[in-house]
């Protein structure tokens, strides 16, 4: 089982490579936008893959804080590129 | 103009409370294991991001009317009062107390004056990080 | 009372935390700030008298056991500065009453002041080197603050260099504490004390030393690292700039001679002799700027470097004498400095320049100020018997007793040239032909000069009370000569 884990882990560590490719790449602003997510989630996994390897619980608690950050993060980055401005002032209607 | 944020917006209700509950359980959590007054406070700064992105700031500012230098003010108090209060036992500073309560519902707890610290800790952390947020989202 | 040697930092920062709740209101927030500032002196005063009866106090926060728990230390040295520090600022905030404006009033300046002294008191007291790194950076996000403040297009570029060259210094510090930590296994300064003596200094320690001296060189201005003062302290106004000529160096200052006579004072052929060096090149550099400038501002700043300089020498020497010298020249300086940068604030709102060539007369009309002044620069200098004479003697005649002849001719023949800087804005501001001023009101003048006199006539008393003191001062250069008074008086329970 555990050899799984580690295949595992490694599958998913390259193919946070890969997104980090695209993130520099690019070529437009939403295609690094949905790379920087993707990373998100490879991360949790990664964070899951580890606290499994390792044993203990005490990770549990990072892949909701990351999974938090990143959802709020790429519902910013959207809202900006849609509306271009990150808050709206509420003042307007 | 009133956009169409239907998804975001009805997301965000439910998604909100449970960032926030995990906030105060993260909180509650940074005696023994990792957690604390520092990152329970980021949390709920960015449960407060989520629903500004969500709602607009008029919105989240009717929905939570507080000032938040007034919050930093009361949680330096609360942090300093806290620790300060040593000074009265005439023990050193930051000594903290704690002791095991039967409490309905909880049974056995143990209550530290800790807490009380972290809770300001708290309450300073939302305020700055909230501060620092509305002062570079609004640009007047 | 175990702790009472807080007072002096806890009581600024609640009044601190209390004046953010009415941020609008100024009478409040002054009449605040004054009764803190003044509750602060006293309980300074106290911890004073129980210092010179006692000893040494220490307490170990958290009531863990000392090398665990984070010390505060309360020796003659640190509980003297701590009390400097609460006077200057308590005459910095009378003159701001009359000369910051309310704009900056009403934007958390009182607040960012009693902040930022928190943190200097708190760096004066700490016993502990990651405690230090923690009050720095209080004293320096503060000092952020109080140079932003008011966002002239002057502030703004120089609060971008300012702030770049203390992040990279704080980064810096904050891996030398790492690299001590990891050979020592010790944050707590009297314990790191004791074990590099077990353990010898070896070359890695002296690494960290010289970057430790760096570090704190680089927030003190020594000789290459203080490139960024001049520009960073003449662009917020004066009361500003006051605070942070009298106080921010110091801490630095301060921080140095804790390194080199508590941590490391086992090598002095080569960490002493290279602060010595860089001691007298600061001298050196210091007076080239302090006649190079015909800004008031900058010529004042100038001698800032060259008293850093001075006092950097002294410690340098490692003898009783230049020990002393350094302190009773460290708590000179801080008095002076701040009388001097509030004369020049009276100076530029009467004239509305700072520079020395558009200025004149004003002996005949502003004869109080003048007066003054001259007082002011003859301590500077030290003229006895002025209170930069004392010090000056002292640190002379260590360099004399260790042999160090060359180095005792600089620092003498720096004061003559620090005696011609100031006196030089004597003759051009004060003599000669009357220029057209712009002038000020009567009670704007008054309520400059009266905290400026307060200030100097202190200075003075320094220099006269030179007798009366002299049992403070020597009681802390003897723990900075041995470091095992300090070392039993934190390790102790």
Known sequence: MMIFFWISLIVIVISMALFVYRLIKGPTAPDRVIALDAMGVTLISVVALLSLLVGTSFYLEIILLLAILSFIGTVAFSKFIEKGEIFDRGDSD | ?140 | MTNLLLFPILIPILTASVLLFFPKRIAAQRAVTVVGLVASIIAALFLLRTVMTDGVQAVTLGSWPAPFGISMVSDPLSVSLVLTSLLITLGVVVYSFRSIGEGREKYFYYPAILFMLTGINGSFTTGDIFNLFVFFEVLLLASYLLIVLGGEKRQLRESIKYILVNVVSSAFFVTTVAMLYSVVGSLNMADIAEKVTEIGQSGILTVIAVMLILVFGLKGAIFPLYFWLPGSYAAPPVPVLALFGALLTKVGVYAIIRTVTLLFPHDPGFTHELLMILAILTVIAGCIGALAYYDLKQIVIYNIIIAVGVILFGVAQMNMAGLEGAVFYLIHDMLIKAGLFMLIGVIIAITGTSNLREMGGLMKTYPGLAWTWLVAAFGLAGIPPLSGFFGKLLIVQGAFEADNLWGGIIILASSLIVLLSVIRIFIHAFWGEPMPVKGTSAGIYRGLLIPAVLVTALTVFYGVGTEWLRPLMWDAAEILHQPSIYIDAVLKE
């Open chain 2, 1 to 140: 103009m009133k956009s169409s944020d239907v998804i975001l917006q009805t997301a965000t209700k439910v998604v909100f409370f449970l960032i926030f509950l995990f906030a105060i359980h993260i909180f509650f959590a940074g005696h023994y294991t990792p957690g604390g007054g520092f990152v329970g406070g980021l949390l709920t700064a960015s449960a407060i991001v989520l629903l500004l992105l969500a709602f607009d700031l008029k919105t989240v500012s009717r929905a939570l009317p507080f000032n938040y230098t007034i919050m930093i003010a009361i949680g330096l108090l609360l942090a300093l009062g806290t620790a300060s209060a040593s000074i009265l036992f005439d023990v050193p500073f930051f000594t903290h107390a704690y002791d095991y309560f039967d409490l309905p519902l909880f049974g056995e707890t143990s209550l530290h004056s800790a807490m009380l610290f972290d809770l300001g800790v708290y309450l300073v952390v939302v305020g700055a990080t909230m501060n620092i947020i509305l002062t570079i989202g609004s640009d007047d």
